[in-house]
């Protein structure tokens, strides 16, 4: 452990980054963004590649080894396969992965792959395109499966499966399960996060019983896999396939999160389900020293709470999924 490590107040190392390069959606899903939102960050205030390629640098020279593009849709923002490139070659940056809804994936794919992006995470919530659309909000699954096939055909390894447990497609998951074992995915479930109303109103699935359920169906063992984030795995013993289960609400992970959360204004979000959060764009534009830049992430990062309280008081946080970034 390095002397310049990131360790916050509860000895949590911290070296994982969610970066949101834009809050922007093709895609209106009911756990996510309302339909008719308008309350998006304006284009002036989204931090450039300039800015963001020397913010995670200094990032990395305090320890930061991995980094996620989220959104939004990232695949959404202007030439982010560039944005790709330059992150991945920056000193201590190890890891660099993309989380998707898939709908523009067959068109950068490839690109995305030599840009220096490893592994894809790609939200799918449903194998029926009426399903999807309710969920979604668009007609999209095509395009969805079209994307994870050129994802698989570009190389990237491995491809993860976002799927959100609702009651509405909860009796769909031995078809995903069926579906990532054909094609080589990871499945993961996930708990219905409280944020913004929309997602509130939907209350959650407890996904323990199903991750029992699959246990004992496939003679599942738990399992560590790639990716340093909240997902706890079991995987067959041939290791043929593999599903996670990420649930904030009937398990949380606070005690080993790893993880802050950068917006496109430069915002640092300390936490998914807490307030703390500090101001980066007003440092990057207003000629701060990375001296100054540096000595405010420690200050940040100082300010992570021990834990959420998605179950204790779920009105707290009242910010859209979208905003705060994957």
Known sequence: MTSN???????????????SVTDRC??????????GFKGFEV???????????????????????????????PLL?????????????????????????????VHHAEALMAAGVSRLNVSLDSLRGDRVERINGRPVLGQVLAGLEAGRAAGFAPIKINMVAMQENVDEIDAMVEYCIERGFILRLIEVMPMGDTARKMGYVDLQPFKEQLRRRFGLVDALLPGGGPARYLSSPDGRFSVGFITPISQHFCETCNRVRLTVDGTLHLCLGQEERVEFRPLLRGGASDA??????????????????????????MRFMSMTGG
């Open 43 to 73: 284009p002036d205030h989204w931090l450039t590649f300039d800015e963001l390629e020397r913010l995670l640098g200094l990032f990395a020279g305090l320890g930061l080894k991995r980094v996620r593009f989220t959104g939004g849709e």
């Open 77 to 105: 923002r202007r030439n982010v396969t560039d944005l790709a490139r330059r992150v991945a070659a920056i000193p201590g940056i190890e890891d660099l992965s993309l989380s998707t809804n898939a709908t523009q994936l």
């Open 292 to 317: 100054e830049i540096i000595e405010t992430i420690r200050r940040g990062i100082d300010m992570k709470p021990e834990r959420h309280e998605f179950r204790d008081a779920p009105e707290k946080v």
């Open 26 to 35: 093709d895609l209106r899903c009911v756990y996510c963004i309302p339909e």
């Open 5 to 19: 490590a990131l360790i916050d107040r509860f000895g949590r190392r911290i070296e994982y980054l969610r970066l």
